[in-house]
Structure formats: structure tokens, C-alpha cells
């Protein structure tokens, strides 16, 4: 087994010497620029972002050209230890409430790189320059280190080390193995990687601009394996994972009136979901944990989606969300040892969106939602508000 998908990692990496094989010209892009911890340089200092290449080229004759992708990201922030599970055991606290916790906040440096090779076949009958059906065959890797956080070394600061003691000596139980928690035991500098592999079906049509009714179907099938023998285990075993998903998209056009330039006056449409997903596997990876630890999920969303009028400017419109979720979590606990733990859960909740979308780098977005059930924590049903203004900037 293990040589098989050794044979694939390496069929892989040489499916992608013709993406630079006649040129290294590629189309590039920067996203989710981020200030980083405790507002350094004031917000005005990008120190997180993601940035990436992209080229098409011709791969398999007859075919629409394969998409080759490499996206590099990294961000500077704190993170904070989950102190509802059990460092040793994993045990969890609602199944036990004598359980050895941790807690406290770390500075959580951190960068991945993610890279794929995207082919599609066939013609999606809804939108004549799209696929079909697309096989997607990737390979992700993150690096991240757990720190002393940056605040520590403040003038008048007295708080003590999270990981070490006053004379730099790893404190209990930093100093030992930490099976539910392997990326805070050693050094705490993590590595782990996967691959994965995506076929999707596209049974929808173009959308140019957000501003448009979105309809038809789309299917995604995932599937992601980091075992510990594929470059997990340089100090201890930091992954060795699985995860399976299925997500299925439906939308359906209600109506649309246009302005007489073609720009859109008012448009809604209805929208539905599902997603299942399983994740198994000794050790779960940080970036890979499930919610709440239970390794299966089954979700439910159904949104109806009103655009207004588009107005100086295509990319100038607002529009109005509605959705319902319902999401069902079940199953064994990830990175738990010894007898497992079995739960169910259930969330469910309603929530509204209001977006303005000005030029294309403005938006204007309020948020307020109603969770019903907010599933294993006993908490009572609330009610929840946000507004934020963004800037996006496209190079």
C-alpha cells in the first residue's frame, strides 16, 4: 500500500513538469491579507496573506486545457489550547469532567503550501466554456511553530511562560508526550502534509458577477490521506489521517428583472446543501481536527438569496441572504486513546446577511443570527450580531 501511493506521489509531481515544461510565465494572485497579532504595525503592515500561481496548458488531447496551481500562505497569530479534552487521554470533558486540561494562549507562526493539477472532461450543458466533470490531484504541506506569546516581553508584564519555566527549561507537560495534543509536545515545530484527490460534477451556469441568479448543480467528492510513514513522523507522529467527504449543491433561479443596459434590476434565487464527511486515522492534524472532535458529520442549508439593483458600475450592488443550518456530528472522539468516547450532537440555527458591494474592493456587510440548538455544550438559545467593513485589493 504504501508503495502505491509513494508511485502516486511521484506520478503526480512529474504531471506537473508540463505546466513549466515551455514556459515559467504564470498568472499570479494575493488574498486574505491579515494584520497579524495585537494590531503590529498598527494594521497598516501586511504580515499574513496568501499568494499563488496559476497556468492552463493542454494535457489531455481533445480536452479543455488542465489548470496547474501552486498557492503558498502564511499568517502570524495567536491560538489558544482547546481545554475541554484530556492532553493525555483526549478524553473529552462532557464525557468526564475529571479530565488533566490545558489552557492558555500560544503565538502560532505558520505557513502551507498547496499544489494541484486540475483536468476537466466533457461539456457542462449549462455553460459552454465549462467541464463537466473535473479530477483534481493535489498535495498540501504546513509548517507551524507554538511560541511564547509575543505580549510576554512587554514592560510591566508579569504573566509566567506558557511552555517554560523563568530559566527556559520546558515545564510539565511540555516536557513529555502529549498524545492529544502532538503538536504542543518537543520542539513544537510541526510538519505534516497530504495528499488528496477531488472529482467534481458541474451542472451550473456561469454567473460573470456576483450580481446574477445562480442555478443548476454541483457535486464534490474529496478524498484526503496523510499517512504517518509519508514525511508525518520527522519528530514524533504528527499526522496520520484520513478524511472523506461528499457535498451536494442544488440552486434554483426564482425570477430576474433586468435594467434596459442588460445589468441586473432585481434578482432571487433558493438554495440547498448537504455535506457528509468522516474523518478516521490515529492522529488528527490541528489544521484537520473535526468540530468538536467527532470524526462524523452530516449538515443540512437552505438559503434564499435576493440581489438588488446593480448601480454606477457592474460590481455596485447589495443583496440580502437568509439561511437555516442544520448540522448533525456523531461518533468517536479524534486523538482520543483507550476506550472511545461516543457522542451526538446536534447545532441548528438561522442567520441574515446584508452586503453592500462597492467597485469591486468595498464591502459593507451586517450579520445577525438566531442559534436554536448549539448542540453537546448546554447553552441556552441566543441571539448573535456583526458588522464589518472590508477592503479587497486584486494584483
Known amino acids: 500500500m504504501q508503495r502505491r501511493l509513494s508511485a502516486i506521489a511521484i506520478v503526480l509531481i512529474l504531471l506537473l513538469f508540463p505546466a513549466a515544461a515551455d514556459s515559467y510565465s504564470l498568472s499570479a494572485y494575493i488574498s486574505g491579507v491579515s494584520g497579524g497579532v495585537d494590531n503590529i504595525g498598527f494594521g497598516l503592515f501586511p504580515i499574513g496573506t496568501t499568494f499563488g500561481f496559476e497556468r492552463l496548458f493542454p494535457l489531455v488531447p481533445g480536452e479543455r486545457d488542465a489548470e496547474f496551481q501552486f498557492e503558498m500562505s502564511f499568517a502570524f497569530n495567536n491560538s489558544t489550547i482547546d481545554e475541554r479534552f484530556d492532553y493525555m487521554t483526549g478524553k473529552p470533558l462532557w464525557q468526564s469532567s475529571d479530565i488533566d486540561r490545558l489552557e492558555g494562549t500560544y503565538f502560532n507562526p505558520r505557513s502551507s503550501i498547496d499544489v494541484y493539477l486540475d483536468q476537466g472532461f466533457g ?21 507551524s511553530m507554538a511560541l511564547e506569546r509575543v505580549d510576554l516581553s512587554k514592560a510591566g508584564n508579569e504573566d509566567p511562560p506558557l511552555f517554560v519555566d523563568w530559566s527556559g527549561n520546558p515545564k510539565p507537560p511540555f516536557d513529555g508526550s502529549l498524545p492529544a495534543y502532538p503538536w504542543l509536545e518537543g520542539n513544537r515545530r510541526v510538519y505534516t502534509d497530504y495528499l488528496y484527490f477531488n472529482a467534481y460534477l458541474n451542472l451550473d451556469r456561469d454567473t460573470p458577477t456576483d450580481a446574477e441568479a445562480e442555478h443548476g448543480l454541483g457535486l464534490d467528492l474529496t478524498f484526503e490521506y496523510g499517512p504517518k510513514w509519508f514525511f508525518n513522523s520527522l519528530s514524533g507522529v504528527q499526522s496520520d489521517f484520513w478524511r472523506a467527504g461528499l457535498y451536494l449543491e442544488e440552486k434554483m433561479e426564482l425570477f430576474t428583472v433586468y435594467q434596459d443596459n442588460g445589468w441586473n434590476w432585481v434578482n432571487m434565487y433558493i438554495g440547498h446543501s448537504n455535506t457528509l464527511r468522516y474523518t478516521g486515522g490515529a492522529v488528527v492534524p490541528v489544521n484537520m481536527l473535526p468540530e468538536d472532535r467527532l470524526r462524523a458529520l452530516v449538515s443540512d442549508r437552505i438559503w434564499i438569496h435576493f440581489t438588488g439593483p446593480q448601480f454606477l458600475a457592474g460590481d455596485c450592488f447589495a443583496f440580502i441572504e437568509l439561511n437555516l443550518y442544520n448540522t448533525l456530528m456523531f461518533g468517536s472522539v479524534a486523538n482520543e486513546s483507550g476506550p472511545a468516547s461516543f457522542s451526538i450532537e446536534l447545532q441548528s440555527s438561522f442567520s441574515a446577511c446584508i452586503q453592500v458591494r462597492l467597485f469591486g474592493f468595498i464591502r459593507l456587510e451586517y450579520q445577525v443570527g438566531y442559534d436554536f440548538i448549539k448542540g453537546i455544550w448546554p447553552e441556552y438559545p441566543s441571539w448573535w450580531q456583526n458588522a464589518a467593513l472590508s477592503f479587497y485589493v486584486s494584483v
Open 123 to 143: 461539456d457542462n450543458p449549462l455553460y459552454a466554456d465549462g467541464s463537466l466533470v473535473n479530477l483534481r490531484l493535489g498535495f498540501n504541506a504546513r509548517y
